[in-house]
Every structure is written in C-alpha cells, then in structure tokens.
C-alpha cells in the first residue's frame, strides 16, 4: 500500500481493487471480469483529467510566473520538468508492459472492448513472474517515487500524499511474500493485471500533479498567481437616469477566489466576495460624480500594499426620451408610419413605446405606427418607457398630429392634359399619383366619366369603372377626327385611409 495521506477517491479505488481480488480468490467469472475492465475505464478517464489540469498549471505558470519572473521561477520550471521527464520514463515502461498483455492477450474483443484473453491466467505471470517484469517495475515505482519527493524543498518530503509506491507486505499474503506475486502471480487474470497497471499509470499521473504544484508552490506560498497587481473599476453604465442605481464593480486582475482584499470607497468599506467588491452609488439628485476605490492586500511576508483605482466619473440625470418620425414630424392615416425611438443610458431593446391611438409594432428602436382614417384631424400621444433592474421606467411622451394622406394627381401617359394621339388613347390606364410625397403610396382609380366631342358633333358621354377604358369607350374612341377633344372628368379614387375622392379633370386635343 501507499505512503503517506490518500485523497477519497484513492482510497475508493484501493478498496475495489482488493475487494476484487478477494472475489477472485473464489471465482473468476464474466461480472467479476467485467468489473475490472469497469475500473480499468474509470482510471483511463482520471488520467484523461489529470492530464489535462497538468497541462493547464505548466501552461499557466509559463505565461505567468516565468515570464513576469524569470529569475526566481526558472528554477523551479526546471524542478517541475525534472518531474514530468521521471514520470514520463515510469509510465513508458509500464505502457510497454501492457502493449505486451495486449499483444499476448490477441487484442481487443470488440464486443466487451476487453482484452480477447482476459480470462488468461497464465500470460501475467509468465511476463511479469517468470521474466522477471514485474520485479523491474516494482523497482522502478520506488525509484521514481524517491527522486520525485527529492525534488521537493526538504519541510513537504514528509507531507506527500500521493499512492505511487510497490513495497513487498510485511506478512505473506496468501503464501505470496512480495509485490509483483501478490498483484500479478498465479491466478490473476490478463484484464485484473491490465487494470493494475492502469491503476499504477493514474497513481503516477496524481504524484506527478501533487509534486508539480508545491515546486510552483515554493514561488509564493500564499498567492502564486497575484504577482503584479492592477486595480480595476468597471461601472455597469457612465450614465445614469435619476432615481436608477449605480453600481461598479471594482476588483484586482488576476485575483484568485480565495483572496478577499480590503476594498474601500471614499473610506468606507465593501462587502467583498471572490475578490471582487460591488460599490452602489447615490442617484437622488442630478449631475456629475466623481469616485475613487482604494484596494490594500496583503503579501506572502506579510506585508500591506494600496493599490488606487483611475478616478471614475458618472453623469445623473432625469428621465428623458427621444422620438422622431422617420419622414415628418405627423402621423399620416391609413399606412405605416416609421418610428424611431431612443433615450440616452438606455440600450434600445430595453426600451418600448405605445400609443394612445391606433397601434404601434415593432422594437430595440424601430416602430411602425398605424392610425385609422377616422382619426385624421385628432392628435395622439406617444409614451416611452424602459426597463432597469426589471422595473418599467417612465422616460417621457410627445404628442403628434394625425393628417390624411394628400390627393393624388389624375394622369394618362404622365399628363393632365395638351395633345395626345388618338390612336393610342383607348389602351392608356388612368393613373393616381401623389407629387412630392415621402411615403411610397399606392392610389387606386375606381370609375371615371369619358367625354368625347367630335368637330361640329354633339358631345358624347361614356361612364367607366376601374382606371381603364370601357369596351364602349373604345369603340367610340375608334378612328377619332383630327382635333377632336377628349375630356376624362369626375374620376374618382380609393386612398388608403378609406377616402374616396374626386380628382381632377384631363381635356386632350386628338391630332
């Protein structure tokens, strides 16, 4: 067994491991194989995360420590290497024995994802036993331990609690008198002897890692990583609306969780958690403020540094919005109405916006309003709000006119009137636009009246619907006199307000 203090789960695989081996004693059947390879997948995994915590501290030390302190940490970059080459050395020579049980054992059955052979009682002990493998390997374990723990600085030699040892039992065990009989001698199955070296290759990954960290430890026995110290204030916002709180957290970079400094503002404490202090500031009355955080840590030799965080200005002040029409400052009746809204200290998906009448769509900033015809001439109010700290924040209103869309123009091929070709007259479609307008509106020509007045001939009147001429109106459009005059009259249209109105007239002279 194992030197020194053992972590719970060393303990937890130490106890099944014996606890398998006493079964074995009694019978080898496929749950007590499958037990093995059940723990043998469980120290692969521990590898697995040892591994890479081992990478991390190298890494972190590398990019920290040696970088910032060369002089001091180099050594002990060197002591932690010394380790990683001893452990590397052990488990290639324990990686060999079992590239051999794997090759002995015929490979992996893909069904159990165990050894093919691990039932084999023979093929351990005549590798381990008989060519003498496993007295080298016990030798080796108790080599690697020593030069390990003579790695350490003399006070932690006698406080390592890693597993990684092989000494014979003071009293035979089972007739067995020595430590490569009792894990790997007659009756141990090939997958129980594959499992045990696994078991060794963990514990040699764990005293690796407990080694590593007191070498890098010896830099700075209480605060390995806080070398070079930067105050730091982070306001949640420089600008506040008033009667919102303001809150700032102010910290020290590269601050460990275990490490709560004295943090103070304008002399009076903070409460401080994970390193890290919340300071709130008062928001009653409106303008500028200006605040400082004051920092003291204390060393590994005791010792008292203040560190001052950069002066931190934050504005108060009341409760504000914005809103712009997108084209003019009304609202138009019967189409959609661009809205941009904003308010300073505010992000726009936390503000919203309603209005008293019609309704309004959309968000973070953007809205279309839409009001009916039947409020044209009425004046509706747009309310702002935001939220903070998840309350709702009255930040204003402004009122708006509602006016109705302005009446289109009647035209045929672009006019309202002059000469026109009479051939062409009978298939032109009576248009509606509106001039000058912001708004890309859609008018459309419900019924007109023709009027056609041929030379020294009584005026003809034709009624149509829709904006195109009538099969009657064609036909007395047909083979039209030289100046014979064409009156389109009482045209009438369909606004997008739900008006109805009369547009103007269009005379023509035919030539």
């Given amino acids: ?52 915590s081992l990478d991390q501290l190298f890494n972190s030390f590398r990019d920290t420590e040696l970088k910032n302190k060369p002089e001091r940490a ?6 932690a290497q010394k380790a ?19 090759d002995k054992g015929e490979g992996i059955n893909p069904e159990t ?27 080796k374990i108790n080599e690697t331990r020593a030069k390990l723990i003579a790695l350490l600085d003399p006070k932690d030699r006698g406080n390592v609690s890693f597993s990684l040892e092989a000494l014979d039992p003071k009293k035979a065990v089972s007739g067995k008198s020595n430590w490569e009989d009792i894990n790997f001698g007659e009756g ?7 499992t045990i070296l696994t078991k060794i290759q963990a514990d040699l990954q764990n005293a690796e890692a407990e080694v590593v960290k007191k070498i890098f430890g010896e830099l700075n026995p209480t605060q390995m990583t806080l070398d070079k110290f930067k105050a730091v204030a982070v306001p949640s916002s420089s600008y506040v609306i008033q009667g919102q709180p303001y809150k700032a957290e102010v910290f020290l970079t590269a601050s460990d969780s275990k490490s709560n400094p004295s943090i103070t503002v304008g002399g009076s404490s903070l409460a401080v958690k994970d390193g890290v202090g919340t300071y709130t500031g008062g928001t009653g009355s409106v303008g500028s403020f200006t605040w400082k955080g004051t920092i003291r840590v204390k060393q590994a030799d005791g010792e008292i540094k203040t560190y001052d965080t950069e002066p931190i200005t934050y504005q108060v002040a ?67 709000s935001g939220t903070v700290d998840g309350k709702s924040l009255g930040l204003g209103s402004n009122a708006f006119r509602v006016k109705p869309i302005p009446n289109p123009m009647a035209r045929i091929s672009g006019k309202t009137g002059g000469i026109i070709s009479g ?28 009027v056609i007045i041929k030379p020294r001939q009584e005026p003809q009147t034709i009624y149509c619907t829709g904006d195109t001429f009538s099969g ?23 606004m997008p307000d739900g008006r109805t109105p009369t547009l103007n007239s269009m005379s023509f002279v035919v030539n």
Avoid: H
Wanted: proline fraction near 4%; aromatic fraction near 6%.
């Fill in 423 to 450: 051939s062409r007259v009978p298939s032109e479609t009576i248009n509606a636009t509106i001039d000058n307008f912001e708004f890309d509106v859609k008018v459309r020509v419900t019924k007109f009246t023709l």
């Fill in 472 to 494: 009657a109106a064609k036909a007395a459009m047909a083979n039209l006199p030289f100046n014979s005059r064409i009156i389109i009259d009482n045209v009438q249209a369909q």
């Fill in 84 to 102: 990683k080459s001893y452990a590397d050395e052990l488990n290639k020579n324990i990686q060999r024995l079992k590239d051999e049980f794997l």
């Fill in 113 to 139: 994802g165990d050894l093919m052979l691990r039932d084999n009682m023979d093929i351990a002990q005549q590798i381990m036993i008989n060519q003498k493998e496993g007295e080298k390997l016990k030798a």
């Fill in 188 to 194: 141990t199955p090939l997958t129980a002897a594959n």
């Fill in 318 to 384: 009341k409760p504000s919005a914005t809103v712009s029409s997108t084209n003019l400052n009304v609202i138009y009746a019967g189409i959609p109405n661009p809205f941009s809204v904003s308010a300073p200290g505010f992000s726009l998906e936390s503000i919203k916006a309603s209005i008293s009448g019609g309704s309004m769509s959309g968000g973070a900033g953007k809205f279309i309003v839409n009001v009916p015809g039947s409020m044209v001439g009425q004046q509706v109010t747009i309310n702002v």
């Fill in 74 to 79: 180099q050594p002990l970059w060197d002591k």
């Fill in 1 to 52: 067994m194992a030197g020194g203090k053992e972590t719970t789960r060393q303990k937890m695989i130490n106890i099944m491991y014996l606890v398998l081996l006493a079964m074995l004693a009694l019978n080898v059947s496929d749950t007590i194989l499958n037990a093995f390879k059940n723990i043998n997948d469980s120290l692969d995994a521990s590898k697995t995360n040892v591994s890479s």
